[in-house]
């Protein structure tokens, strides 16, 4: 009989779901830590869930921008695997400050390869109805969706212990070797045992990879997600304009991705009282939104931003995936990452 090369996959957010998965789907014998219930919450958890790069421009970082486009093609082969998809909304609308700033922006995104349109005001009006005044021009990416990421995370983990997997919930302190190679993981004092380990739980990894020796340079960026109190149907899509990205809710509400105040915590009621007037503005709301919820989420990013994928230190059988945006990279990092692991 064959023997199961048996994986330890760490961390059970989008990423690590996505690893567990894409092993499982290549014949591996799958274990699946996460951290469980009343953990700190996840980068996953969020997540705006913006799956596309019109919102970035091509400029700013051209290698990171052309993986975003290679990334984007892999949800079609995932949802080949797997069916539908928890998508809310299709399609995202944006536009500067002028009409000038937003024409550049469009004809650098045609010249990086992004499949956008340039759209009049009365085609914003069809699509957007609800806006208060609509730009004269804006950029329609009708590639790009959004998806609920706690929910892509749990299609693969049930996809993933459908093929077999194990899911097992606990905090990992430290990972395992003899001899030059890895054996495991101790988990809340239990020796839980594997051929190879992938730390795959963001920034957490950092200190896993530090207890076999391993230093890896990563660190935490914060970023805001609020959660508004109004009608999700008065915006159809994804909106980036006048300093805010916009989108309806799973359920309910509108969802706002913001960056993370100089004041800190201080700043963060101030920021999402100025959102909400904002947005009130935008979509000519007879009050402004009361706050759901504002959630702070620690993005793991790499040193040089580009993503870890791969074999890590010296050890044999030990490998890390700690990516930004971990959302829109997963279903790529993950088939990446398996090929990494099998063929060692």
């Given at each position: 009989?064959?023997?199961?090369?048996?994986?330890?996959v760490?961390?059970?957010?989008?990423?690590?779901a996505?690893?567990?998965?894409?092993?499982?789907?290549?014949?591996?014998?799958?274990?699946?830590?996460?951290?469980?219930?009343g953990?700190?919450?996840?980068?996953?958890?969020?997540?705006?869930?913006?799956v596309?790069?019109?919102?970035?421009?091509?400029?700013?970082?051209?290698?990171?921008?052309?993986?975003?486009?290679?990334?984007?093609?892999?949800?079609?082969?995932?949802?080949?695997?797997?069916?539908?998809?928890?998508?809310?909304?299709?399609?995202?609308?944006?536009?500067?400050?002028?009409?000038?700033?937003?024409?550049?922006?469009?004809?650098?995104?045609?010249?990086?390869?992004?499949?956008?349109?340039?759209w009049?005001?009365?085609?914003?009006?069809?699509?957007?109805?609800?806006?208060?005044?609509?730009?004269?021009?804006?950029?329609?990416?009708?590639?790009?969706?959004?998806l609920?990421?706690?929910?892509?995370?749990?299609?693969?983990?049930?996809?993933?212990?459908?093929?077999?997997a194990?899911?097992?919930s606990?905090?990992?302190?430290?990972?395992?070797?003899?001899?030059?190679r890895?054996?495991?993981?101790?988990?809340?004092?239990?020796?839980?045992?594997?051929?190879?380990?992938?730390?795959a739980?963001?920034?957490?990894?950092?200190?896993?990879?530090?207890?076999?020796?391993?230093?890896?340079?990563?660190?935490?960026?914060?970023?805001?997600?609020?959660?508004?109190?109004?009608?999700?149907?008065?915006i159809?899509?994804?909106?980036?304009?006048?300093?805010?990205?916009?989108?309806?809710?799973?359920?309910?509400?509108?969802?706002?991705?913001?960056?993370?105040?100089?004041?800190?915590?201080?700043?963060?009621?101030?920021?999402?009282?100025?959102?909400?007037?904002?947005?009130?503005?935008?979509?000519?709301?007879p009050?402004?939104?009361?706050?759901?919820?504002?959630?702070?989420?620690?993005?793991?990013?790499?040193?040089?931003?580009?993503?870890?994928?791969?074999?890590?230190?010296?050890l044999?059988g030990?490998?890390?995936?700690?990516?930004?945006?971990?959302?829109?990279?997963?279903?790529?990092?993950?088939?990446?990452?398996?090929?990494?692991?099998?063929?060692?």
């Amino acid at each position: 009989m064959t023997h199961k090369c048996k994986v330890l996959v760490v961390g059970g957010g989008v990423m690590g779901a996505s690893v567990a998965w894409h092993l499982t789907q290549a014949g591996a014998a799958v274990t699946l830590i996460d951290q469980g219930p009343g953990s700190t919450p996840s980068a996953t958890s969020a997540s705006f869930g913006w799956v596309g790069a019109s919102a970035s421009a091509p400029s700013d970082d051209p290698d990171a921008f052309a993986l975003r486009l290679h990334a984007l093609e892999e949800f079609k082969r995932l949802e080949q695997a797997l069916g539908t998809l928890p998508v809310t909304v299709r399609g995202a609308l944006s536009w500067g400050a002028t009409k000038n700033e937003t024409a550049a922006s469009i004809a650098e995104h045609l010249a990086a390869g992004s499949r956008v349109e340039s759209w009049s005001a009365t085609q914003v009006r069809q699509k957007e109805p609800s806006l208060a005044a609509v730009p004269d021009l804006a950029m329609w990416a009708p590639d790009d969706f959004a998806l609920e990421p706690v929910d892509l995370a749990r299609c693969f983990i049930q996809a993933a212990q459908v093929g077999g997997a194990t899911v097992l919930s606990g905090k990992v302190q430290c990972v395992l070797s003899a001899g030059g190679r890895v054996t495991g993981v101790e988990m809340q004092g239990q020796a839980i045992y594997a051929d190879k380990v992938v730390l795959a739980n963001a920034y957490g990894a950092l200190a896993l990879a530090a207890s076999a020796g391993v230093a890896l340079s990563i660190e935490q960026q914060p970023a805001v997600l609020l959660r508004l109190d109004a009608d999700r149907t008065l915006i159809r899509h994804l909106l980036c304009a006048q300093d805010l990205e916009l989108r309806p809710g799973k359920e309910r509400g509108l969802m706002s991705a913001l960056d993370y105040p100089l004041e800190g915590k201080a700043g963060l009621q101030s920021l999402a009282e100025e959102t909400c007037q904002s947005i009130a503005q935008l979509l000519k709301l007879p009050s402004v939104p009361r706050v759901l919820s504002i959630e702070v989420g620690q993005r793991p990013m790499t040193c040089n931003k580009l993503p870890l994928c791969g074999p890590i230190g010296s050890l044999d059988g030990l490998f890390a995936v700690v990516a930004h945006p971990g959302v829109i990279l997963a279903p790529l990092l993950g088939r990446q990452c398996t090929q990494a692991v099998l063929a060692a």
